[in-house]
């Protein structure tokens, strides 16, 4: 069972990761950050995001997929950021903000390893 | 900084006494306590009623009686029984860790706690940290559940300053807030799509539950109810009715009332009550005279009653709050001098 700033730091040993954030959905907030910088203010990035999981997650209403979010992923020129919405009941509402510099991270790998981080979140 | 804080010591060392101080921002109130990096926690004594724990200069937890705290969130949601709740409370409450002994029943993750505590956090520090309040600070005191996350108190202020903005993008009127919440009966547009929380919302609205009601039935944090049912209102969902009769939609009604006097760069109002003039002052704009820093701490403390929407004193605040240069106005001093003068 992890705590919360155990889990953030497995995920910043993601290779290329530059930030991540654990984001509450509803009101934007980021529960707890790492990496955060001058250059990299993940707070904002939470909060801003927030509207991109809240707009996905309308759409897909709107649409009537029976489906839910795994992963969004938002490919910039120097990085990614992966967005992954916690699942289980206890979680809901949250979601997993990922950035990784884009020549570093093997993205896939980035993936596999942001689900097992959020298994140990959901336990 | 607070002349108060420091007044029972010399100086600029770090504070060691509990002191009860005169009514004032309780954010700019912190600031001294967190400069100093002490332990304990800032009692708000004046409505709506709340505490701040401060570890090592941190903010550790909050609450207010108008905001979700952890049994709400856990319990009020159906996340957790309140037996577990009240078992763990009892086993933990003496040595401060009811959240250690939450985990240690496996009930709950660890994760999850602390994810909880900031919620709570930062619920009760948005209704308190703009306050105008009477507040006392007592050195080491720690909150039952133990402290699991910290944050500076400059990124909670961030937070609170974010969440107004965030609700007054989302619907301009505050009186949203504790009126009661009506699912519009006909709507215009064809399809509509709600988050979760948002259609818990529209379940649990019954005509009369205000936004602050219904996060206390669905044991869930104020603020986000609040926000959920300012956007709904925006896209024409539901529509705010009648002031909520509940006491605590009551209680913020009187919060937001202070906090919407405040900011006005209305005329002061004239001051006519006697009382009013012996009134101590916020002691920034005092610092530079040399006798009220003396003698502040004899200054018997005129407290208002707390019903009171607190009119005069936060068109006080309003007044002096601009002049970021330090310098008293003529105003104040003369009010000082008269205050004096009563003693």
Known sequence: MADMESSLQEAMQIEGAIGVALV???????????????EFDLTIAAAGNTDVVRAKLRTLEMLKLKDSIEDILITLGGQYHVIRPLTSRNTQGLFLYMVLSRTRANLAMARHKLKTIETD??? | ??????????AGRAPTVSRTVRPYPVREALEPWC??????????????????????????????????????????SGR?????????????RAQHRVGAELVATGLVSQAEVEALSVIALYDAAFFLFDLVA?????????????????????????EVDRRKRLLADAWPDAAIDTAAVLPRRRLSTQ???????????VAGADRRRSPIDLARLLGRDTFTVMLEVRRMARVGLVEPGRPGGSVAAGSVATVRAREAARPEPVPPLPRISPERTREPEPPRRAE????????????????????????????????????????????????????????
Not at chain 2, 3 to 10: D, R
Not at chain 2, 80 to 92: D, H, I, K, N
Not at chain 2, 136 to 156: I, M, S
Not at chain 2, 191 to 201: D, G, H, I, R, S
Request: with cysteine; proline share 8%; charged share 20%.
């Open chain 1, 24 to 38: 509450d959905y509803t009101s934007g907030m980021a529960l707890g950050t790492l990496g955060s910088s001058k």
């Open chain 1, 121 to 123: 979140l959901q336990m």
């Open chain 2, 1 to 10: 900084m607070p002349t108060e804080v420091t007044a029972g010591t010399e």
């Open chain 2, 35 to 76: 400069a100093a990096g002490v332990s304990g926690v800032m009692r708000i004594l004046d409505a709506p009623g709340g505490a701040v724990y401060v570890v090592d200069g941190k903010i550790a937890y909050a609450e207010c009686s108008v905001a979700a705290g952890m049994e709400r969130l856990l319990t009020g």
């Open chain 2, 80 to 92: 957790l029984p309140a037996e577990a709740w009240r078992a763990a409370v009892g086993a933990g």
């Open chain 2, 134 to 158: 009477s507040a006392q600070f007592e050195p080491g005191a720690r909150h039952p559940f133990g402290h699991l996350r910290t944050l500076d108190l400059r990124l909670v202020c961030q």
């Open chain 2, 191 to 201: 399809a509509v799509a709600l988050t979760a929380l948002q259609w818990e919302v």
């Open chain 2, 288 to 343: 530079r005279r040399p006798e009220p820093r003396g003698s502040a701490p004899l200054v018997p403390l005129p407290r208002r009653p707390a019903r009171e929407p607190g009119a005069f004193g936060d068109f006080d605040e309003a007044e002096d709050r601009p002049r970021g240069d330090g310098r008293p106005s003529d105003l104040i001093l003369t009010r000082l001098i008269a205050g004096l003068e009563a003693l």
